[in-house]
T-cell receptor, first 116, second 112 residues
Framework: DAGVTQSPTHLIKTRGQQVTLRCSPKSGHDTVSWYQQALGQGPQFIFQYYEEEERQRGNFPDRFSGHQFPNYSSELNVNALLLGDSALYLC???????????????FGPGTRLTVL | GNSVTQMEGPVTLSEEAFLTINCTYTATGYPSLFWYVQYPGEGLQLLLKATKADDKGSNKGFEATYRKETTSFHLEKGSVQVSDSAVYFCALLNSGNTPLVFGKGTRLSVIA
């Protein structure tokens, strides 16, 4: 049973470029959440997708957008990259919307984005 | 708002030493509390959790007790191993449909 997978593993971009990160949830999971983990910091919530809609959003600008596909996989897009966007981007999947009754979130290994 | 504060690292211990990593939280309502572990090059793994006051979460020799009176959820292990070297994150999930809120993490290094 494959866990959460993310691609690519590493990515280097320059300021102003756009990037797309991908996530496949754990088998049977339908909810995907994205987190940004800056160096030496804890993960910060970006947004959550369920039934192909953004359900919750953290304190991130509109440059950060996402999508969820019918097979529950998800993409994170970041436009107009800034140096400060350099971080590890983590995807987490769960069954149903986490929060009301807690459903464990399973995390992928992350995508390391470096913006030069 | 919701926040988690955990002791800064790095923490360096000898094998078989006792471990405590402090975690305190601020939250409205009655949050669930978690400890996650991140091994080098890997994603986060749930280590243990507690969903109400006085609950004790435990796993792999680690344990933490949800203390509402002191708003704390300190992680302890009686005898650490080299394989426990990792970064440990305390996190909370408030009631209702809210996302996980993480502390900054504490790096633990265990030397033989």
């Amino acid at each position: 049973d494959a866990g959460v997978t993310q691609s690519p593993t590493h990515l280097i971009k320059t300021r102003g470029q756009q990037v797309t990160l991908r996530c496949s949830p754990k088998s049977g999971h339908d909810t995907v959440s994205w987190y940004q983990q800056a160096l030496g910091q804890g993960p910060q919530f970006i947004f959550q997708y369920y039934e192909e809609e953004e359900r919750q959003r953290g304190n991130f600008p509109d440059r950060f957008s996402g999508h969820q596909f019918p097979n529950y996989s998800s993409e994170l897009n970041v436009n107009a990259l800034l140096l400060g966007d350099s971080a590890l981007y983590l995807c987490a999947s769960s069954l149903g919307l986490a929060g009301a009754t807690y459903n464990e979130q399973f995390f992928g290994p992350g995508t390391r984005l470096t913006v030069l | 708002g919701n926040s988690v504060t955990q002791m800064e690292g790095p923490v360096t211990l000898s094998e078989e030493a006792f471990l405590t990593i402090n975690c305190t939280y601020t939250a409205t309502g009655y949050p669930s509390l978690f400890w996650y572990v991140q091994y080098p090059g890997e994603g986060l793994q749930l280590l243990l959790k507690a969903t109400k006051a006085d609950d004790k979460g435990s796993n792999k020799g680690f344990e933490a007790t949800y203390r509402k009176e002191t708003t704390s959820f300190h992680l302890e292990k009686g005898s650490v191993q080299v394989s426990d070297s990792a970064v440990y994150f305390c996190a909370l999930l408030n009631s209702g449909n809210t996302p996980l809120v993480f502390g900054k993490g504490t790096r633990l290094s265990v030397i033989a």
